[in-house]
């Protein structure tokens, strides 16, 4: 029990997906206008890369191995997270209108998100057993969903700031984004 | 004669004011730093001094030139509401005394210009100003940032004359390894990465009680943890500071230390060698009680307190940096926007969820 | 080659099937954006936006030709309206809002000719042939479509005088 | 602010020097009534009165001026004796000043009531007679939010309201006008609490009095020992201790509901002023038509509380106090705390007028505004547990929905929040810009969905002409056909071939 959790804490915090890997940024920028729209992000990426991580090494193990195509790993990774986001959207379509209209184009693409392709990836880079691969996909979503949603948090105060004209919209995310990173640089090194 | 009367403008009410000041409470906060400044410049020499001057200076200069780049009026007034003066001292008290020149002025740039001005000034900045600049200088310049100094006090002979001592600071003479040591976290950090145990590590000359009196290596301002725990009970009293922030910063700090020390003696300090170490006393009165990047409510202080309290302890413990309080203020800077939105007064008249209560049931008899 | 080919084939095909059954049982049909923008519209199609008429300019908003901004009479509640409709950001900056203005007649130079009657989107002037005209306050929206219809320049836009109960404390100037 | 206060009695609100010495200690003076009167028509919450009077008529002390209009409104009568000179439009007491519509009075100097009709034994009275007479007489709620007394009688009598809270609080420095009636006239007031128990068929009532009015309390309790159902308790005092929902927490213990009224806790909250205004009304028959200010200020001759009839102007008030010494920095009507800035002296004194403050730059102590440094004071002043800083900060950059969403709406605009900020921001002026804006809005709005309407109706006018036209033409081509066809089968051999 206690690895899972240090699993969860090094992936979540230590070697975090978005600040420290540098994986999701686009999203992280992009949704992370307020609070509320982060959070759904963060659950819905949550959901996808969870998913996709069981999935990826049911593929890796069952398919790709056994019939030696893992030079098709990408692509069958790609497709099976297509499929995931698609049913994603459909569901939060029907469940909540009004976060799929605050989330936008930024639920569709998730599957170019590169932390949830990433994810895979490292997994089965790791050689993961089927538990701990979806426990490190759930790890990193859970770090991407918190980077998201203090993130927001942020954003949404500085949207109230006098930000100087050079620097207002899109600049102060990123050096807000940036000073975070350099925040969270802190838990490198935790041996754990 | 009676005095006619026109009003220049419409006036809002109130039309009285309680008579606080901005400036009058930046005055405070310097003046309750004082003293474990001036021991720093005793202790450290004038190096101290001058590095500490170059850091206010280029506090100063960078803000003038920010406010002046964004075309603001009354450019002196808001140089004199003492805030830059504020966030160049702190963050003097946090570097190396014997630290060059430079990392001064660029620790002030990183301070005023991204830290503060780049937010749009006083009261809008999300992070701590000083703690950026401390993170940013450890993190690029690691090698002037963790060479510490022996003490050698004002009065002893060894000790630089003041044009030895600018000299030091603008980096012609280059430090002698005899007058290099550790601060005692980093001395613990190394001999637990050589799998040395504790105990014995700190038997000797390095024994922690020697902090209490401060006479030690460390940052400039840091080492008489005391003086500074004065200052900030200074502070508690006259009103500047409320009690929430500093006492959930050492408690954060304590009781993991206290637990862990009884778990394994060996691996882990004990609470009191964390408290007086390194910038705890200083983050916990002065740095974690901004009032710009800490949250709100009394409420929220305190678990703003606990998280920095605790993240110091974990990176101090487990992490790869000897100290954690700059990092720790940072991570609980970044929550306060969350821990604001569910830390809010209960507006009166309605739940803590925001909707109006429902009357007690009205009735002649009730 | 061959399991390769096969193996991705079946894959997808099984991946869409799926996709195909759950998009028919989680459907549901969102109400075409234009109807309610329409309905958000004054209604007056009183032409200031350029469009033919609200349905029009509802059109534009909604293929995304036509800023927030592009009603006038709406002013600034509609255009934040109709922004957080649309998820579009919002500058006010074009929209200076000096005030509602509203249609008066100079009595002296009517003369009765009733062409300004007809063009009133809400009927707002009375009057009948060769009568002098006159306009109600409450139904005037400010359109402005009246005045150039009137051979003697009887009508004139007026800003609407602030009274005790619509005026607003100013903003202070932010330090 | 004692130590126990300080962690365990009340944390909210602040404790200002209250300024009301030695003012309130003088004795209370008389005006004489000046030569003109300016009689505003929106004195009290709701509609303007109308004017029942005509210009060039006589009229008695005591007489209507003007009947209330639509449900919310008040009566108006004559403040003395005179002819009705004009009726027409004068600077409001308000900072902005803009006009308001208001009858002149020319007083011939008799100053003759006209004939009243007191009522020996009121409490044989029914409560909605009482309630009328109330009514007749135009009283409005003196402690400044002047709404209609009468109304507030009916209304708890209609939800059964358990206690009657009498606020004499009077919690905003330099006011003494409550103190001093209290001081003077306690056996009328207790008189006017008794009369509006009747009328709202209370049970009890709470008289509460800050406890630095000692003398008040001694009066009122002495006034009050009689009658048990009348209870005097001193609270704390503090600023706002005198706004319903602090004033029914700390009496009752009691919270009024966020968008609810007093009633639904039921208590209804009276000022003491409208208690003696109640009495002289049902007692002796008189009109709401003069009341106790306070004059007050470092720039007043002599401060103190003066009878001032209603409609005297400002400047006419200043000069019976003893002149201005020298000119204000801020010339006030009511307190310094949510007092209205006046734009210049000739304002006419109406019904809500509580005081009249000259003001030195010391006392205003205004001071350049500085970026907020959420330092939080504000927050923890706030009695109703807002956050002033964000709310400020939401509405600096326009968003007043984000305001609202803080809870911009459940500000009572007290001022505890601009007093303590450390940077000087104007706090209550921000919130007063944003509910005034979102008040336009709403009426924008409103104005737009009623275009809507007249559009889609003149839209549906023309089409009923179009289509009327229509039928006419058509019924005419049918006439001509049948008239064609009733000539044709006149000479059928002839047309039946053309026909066809």
Redesign the interface.
């Known amino acids: 029990m206690s690895e899972l959790l240090l699993l969860l804490i090094s992936t979540a915090l230590v070697n975090n997906v978005v600040l420290i890997k540098f994986l999701g940024l686009c999203p992280a920028m992009g949704v992370s206008k307020s609070m509320d729209s982060a959070l759904g992000m963060g659950m819905a990426t949550t959901f996808v890369m969870t998913l996709a991580s069981a999935a990826s090494w049911a593929l890796e193990h069952w398919l790709l191995e056994p019939l030696e195509l893992t030079f098709l790993r990408i692509l069958t990774f790609i497709l099976v997270i297509a499929s995931v986001v698609q049913f994603t959207e459909m569901f939060i379509k029907k469940a909540s209108p009004g976060l799929y209209q605050s989330l936008g184009i930024y639920l569709p693409l998730i599957t170019t998100n590169c932390a949830v392709l990433g994810v895979a990836l490292l997994n089965v880079q790791q050689a993961y057993g089927f538990f701990w691969s979806v426990a490190y996909g759930f790890g990193s979503a859970l770090g991407f969903t918190l980077v998201l949603m203090t993130f927001a948090g942020l954003r949404e105060r500085i949207a109230l700031a006098r930000v100087p004209a050079a620097f207002a919209g899109s600049p102060i995310a990123f050096v807000t984004i940036s000073l975070l990173a350099l925040a969270f640089m802190g838990f490198s090194g935790l041996n754990v | 004669m009676t005095n006619t009367y026109n009003a220049s403008r419409t006036f809002a009410s109130p039309h009285a004011h309680g008579g606080s000041g901005v400036r009058h409470t930046m005055v405070r906060v310097q003046f309750a730093l004082l003293p474990a400044t001036l021991f720093g410049f005793w202790l450290y020499g004038w190096p101290a001094f001058f590095l500490w001057l170059i850091t206010l200076l280029s506090c100063l200069a960078f803000e003038f030139m920010s406010l002046r780049l964004m075309g603001r009026q009354q450019i002196g007034r808001t140089l004199g509401d003492g805030s830059a003066l504020l966030t160049g001292w702190l963050l003097a008290m946090t570097l190396p005394p014997w630290a060059p020149w430079w990392v001064g002025v660029v620790g002030a740039f990183i301070a005023i210009v991204i830290g503060k001005q780049v937010f749009g000034g006083l009261g809008h900045n999300v992070f701590n100003p000083a703690m950026v600049a401390r993170v940013a200088l450890l993190i690029s310049f690691p090698l002037p940032l963790t060479t510490w100094v022996a003490p050698l006090p004002l009065t002893s002979a060894a000790a630089p004359g003041f044009v030895e001592g600018l000299q030091i600071t603008l980096g012609q003479m280059h430090l002698t390894d005899a007058m290099s040591s550790a601060t005692l976290l980093g001395y613990a950090k190394t001999e637990l990465s050589r799998g040395v145990d504790l105990v014995q590590a700190l038997a000797g000359d390095h024994a922690p009680g020697l902090s209490w009196s401060g006479i030690r290596a460390g940052s400039l301002g840091e080492s008489a943890a005391v003086l500074i725990l004065a200052g900030g009970l200074f502070l508690l009293v006259t009103g500047v500071i409320r009690w929430q922030a500093p006492l959930g910063v050492l408690a954060g700090v304590a009781v993991p230390a206290a637990i862990a020390h009884a778990v394994a003696p060996g691996h882990y300090l004990d609470a009191g060698t964390h408290l007086l170490s390194g910038a705890l006393m200083l983050g916990a009165f002065f740095i974690a009680t901004d009032y710009v990047t800490s949250p709100t409510t009394g409420q929220g202080q305190l678990i703003f307190g606990l998280g920095v309290g605790l993240i110091t302890w974990v990176i101090r413990s487990l992490g790869g940096y000897p100290e954690g309080v700059a990092f720790a203020i940072l991570l609980m800077n970044a929550l306060t926007p969350i821990i604001d939105r569910y830390t809010k007064p209960r507006i009166l008249g309605r739940t803590r969820a925001g909707r109006p209560i429902d009357p007690p049931p009205v009735g002649k008899g009730a | 080659m061959l399991a390769a080919i096969l193996s991705l084939t079946i894959l997808g095909a099984l991946l869409g099937l799926a996709l195909g059954i759950a998009s028919r049982l989680l459907h549901v049909e969102t109400p075409p954006v234009q109807a309610e923008l329409e309905a958000m519209l004054p209604g007056t199609n009183c032409g200031q936006c350029g469009f033919p008429g609200c349905s029009g300019a509802a059109a534009a908003l909604a293929e995304g030709s036509a800023p927030p901004t592009c009603c006038p009479p709406g002013g600034k509640a509609l255009a934040a309206a109709i922004a957080e409709k649309l998820g579009l950001s919002l500058d006010l900056s074009s929209l200076t809002d000096e005030g509602p203005k509203l249609a008066t007649i100079a009595e002296d130079l009517c003369i009765g000719c009733c062409r300004c009657l007809k063009s009133c989107p809400t009927d707002a002037i009375l009057g009948a042939p060769k009568q002098i005209h006159n306009i109600l306050k409450e139904a005037c929206t400010g359109c402005a479509a009246c005045v150039d219809h009137c051979p003697t320049e009887a009508v004139v836009m007026q800003p609407v005088p602030v009274t005790l109960q619509h005026w607003v404390m100013p903003k202070p100037l932010a330090a | 602010m004692g130590l126990m206060e300080k962690f365990f009695g009340l944390s909210w609100g602040?404790h200002?020097e209250d300024h009301k010495r030695p003012a309130a200690d003088a004795a209370t003076r008389t005006m004489p009534v000046p030569e003109r009167l300016f009689v505003s028509l929106?004195q009290h919450i709701g509609a303007p009165a109308r004017p029942a009077v005509l210009v060039g008529q006589q009229v008695k002390k005591g007489d209507k001026l003007a009947d209330p209009q639509g449900a919310v409104s008040a009566a108006i009568h004559a403040p003395t004796s005179g002819t009705v000179t004009a009726i027409g439009e004068i600077p409001?007491p308000?900072?902005?000043?803009?006009?308001?519509l208001a009858i002149t009075l020319e007083s011939d100097g008799k100053d003759e009531w006209a004939e009243l009709q007191g009522c020996p034994d009121p409490f044989a009275l029914e409560p909605a007679e009482i309630s009328r007479r109330v009514a007749a007489a135009g009283v409005v709620g003196l402690g400044g939010a002047t709404f209609p007394a009468a109304l507030k009688l009916s209304l708890s009598q209609k939800?059964?309201v358990?206690t009657l809270i009498m606020n004499g609080g009077e919690c905003e420095?330099y006011l003494s006008c409550d103190d001093r009636l209290m001081r003077d006239e306690a056996a009328a007031i207790v008189d006017g609490i008794r009369l509006m128990l009747h009328a709202t068929g209370a049970s009890e009532a709470l008289v509460g009095i800050e406890d630095n009015k000692p003398e008040a309390i001694a009066a009122m309790s002495e006034a009050a020992r009689p009658y048990a159902e009348v209870r005097i308790r001193p609270v704390p005092a503090r600023y706002p201790m005198g706004s319903e929902?602090q004033l029914i927490?700390v009496l009752t213990g009691?919270?009024?509901?966020?968008?609810?009224r007093p009633?639904?806790?039921?208590v209804v909250v009276h000022n003491v002023g409208t208690a003696r205004a109640v009495h002289e009304a049902i007692r002796h028959g008189r009109p709401l038509v003069s009341r106790l200010v306070t004059v007050n200020g470092a720039?007043v001759g002599q401060p103190g509380n003066i009878f001032v009839p209603v409609g005297a102007l400002v400047?006419e008030v200043?000069?019976f106090a003893g002149?201005?010494k020298?000119?204000?920095e801020?010339?006030?009507m009511g307190g310094?705390?949510?007092?209205?800035?006046?734009?210049?002296?000739r304002v006419p004194v109406v019904k809500g007028t509580s005081g009249i403050?000259?003001?030195d730059a010391a006392?205003?102590?205004?001071?350049?505004?500085?970026?907020?440094?959420?330092?939080?004071?504000c927050?923890r002043a706030?009695?109703?547990?807002?956050?002033p800083?964000?709310m400020a900060?939401?509405?600096?950059?326009?968003?007043l929905k984000?305001a609202v969403g803080v809870?911009l709406k459940?500000c009572i605009?007290c001022?505890c929040c601009?007093?303590?900020?450390?940077?000087?921001?104007?706090l209550?002026?921000?919130f007063?810009?944003a509910k005034?804006?979102m008040?336009?809005?709403e009426?924008?709005?409103l104005?737009?969905e009623?275009?809507?309407k007249?559009?889609?109706?003149?839209s549906e006018?023309l089409e009923r002409e179009a289509r009327e036209k229509a039928e006419l033409a058509a019924r005419r081509k049918a006439e001509r056909a049948a008239a064609a066809a009733a000539a044709a089968s006149a000479s059928p051999a002839v047309t039946e071939g053309a026909q066809a």
């Open positions: 602040i200002p929106s409001a308000h900072p902005s000043g803009l006009p308001v939800s059964r358990s420095p929902k927490l009691q919270e009024v509901p966020a968008d609810g009633g639904d806790v039921g720039c400047e200043l000069a002149g201005l020298k000119t204000p801020r010339l006030i310094p705390m949510m007092g209205m800035s006046l734009p210049h002296a403050l000259a003001l006392q205003v102590a205004d001071r350049a505004q500085e970026p907020c440094i959420r330092c939080a004071s927050v706030c009695p109703i547990g807002l956050l800083l964000e900060r939401h509405i600096q950059v326009g968003d984000g809870g459940d605009a001022g601009a007093y303590v900020c450390p940077s000087h921001i104007p209550v002026q921000y007063a810009h005034g804006e008040a336009a809005q009426r924008a709005r104005r737009a009623a275009t809507r007249l559009a889609q109706a003149r006018r």
